[in-house]
C-alpha cells in the first residue's frame, strides 16, 4: 500500500502563492502516476495536474500557467506550486497516486484565497 501526506495549505490572499506537498511511503513501487485533486464545497472533485511516469505533467485549464507539478524522487516527495491564486482555487487539495490501477488518496489539506 501507498501512504500519502500532503501538507502546506492554508489561508492566503487573492494573487498570493503557496505550495503544497505530499510525502509519499510505504509500497510505492511501480506508481504509474499521481497528482492533485480538488475539491470546493457542493463542486465535483477535479483533477488540477498529474504527473505521470516518465515525466510528462497535465494540467487542468483553469490553474494552467499559474500552477505547477513537480517531484523530488530522492525524498518520494510531490509538491503543487501554486501562484497567481484566486478565490475559485479554494478548495480541499488531495495528493493521489495510482498504483497497479488502485488510486490512494491523502486525507487533504485546505486552501483558501481571500478575496
Same mark, same amino acid.
Given at each position: 500500500?501507498?501512504?500519502?501526506?500532503?501538507?502546506?495549505?492554508?489561508?492566503?490572499?487573492?494573487? @498570493?502563492?503557496?505550495?503544497?506537498?505530499?510525502?509519499?511511503?510505504?509500497?510505492?513501487?511501480?506508481?504509474?502516476?499521481?497528482? &492533485? !485533486?480538488?475539491?470546493?464545497? @457542493?463542486?465535483?472533485?477535479?483533477?488540477?495536474?498529474?504527473?505521470?511516469?516518465?515525466?510528462?505533467?497535465? !494540467?487542468?485549464?483553469?490553474?494552467?500557467?499559474?500552477?505547477?507539478?513537480?517531484?523530488?524522487?530522492?525524498?518520494?516527495?510531490?509538491?503543487?506550486?501554486?501562484?497567481?491564486?484566486?478565490?475559485?482555487?479554494?478548495?480541499? !487539495?488531495?495528493?493521489?497516486?495510482?498504483?497497479?490501477?488502485?488510486? !490512494? &488518496?491523502?486525507?487533504?489539506?485546505?486552501?483558501?484565497?481571500?478575496?
Amino acid at each position: 500500500q501507498v501512504q500519502l501526506l500532503e501538507s502546506g495549505g492554508g489561508l492566503v490572499q487573492a494573487g @498570493g502563492s503557496l505550495r503544497l506537498s505530499c510525502a509519499v511511503s510505504g509500497s510505492i513501487f511501480s506508481i504509474s502516476r499521481m497528482g &492533485w !485533486y480538488r475539491q470546493a464545497p @457542493g463542486k465535483q472533485r477535479e483533477l488540477v495536474a498529474a504527473l505521470i511516469n516518465g515525466g510528462s505533467t497535465n !494540467y487542468a485549464d483553469s490553474v494552467k500557467g499559474r500552477f505547477t507539478i513537480s517531484s523530488n524522487n530522492a525524498k518520494n516527495m510531490m509538491y503543487l506550486q501554486m501562484n497567481s491564486l484566486k478565490p475559485e482555487d479554494t478548495a480541499v !487539495y488531495h495528493c493521489v497516486a495510482f498504483q497497479m490501477g488502485i488510486g !490512494y &488518496w491523502g486525507q487533504g489539506t485546505q486552501v483558501t484565497v481571500s478575496s
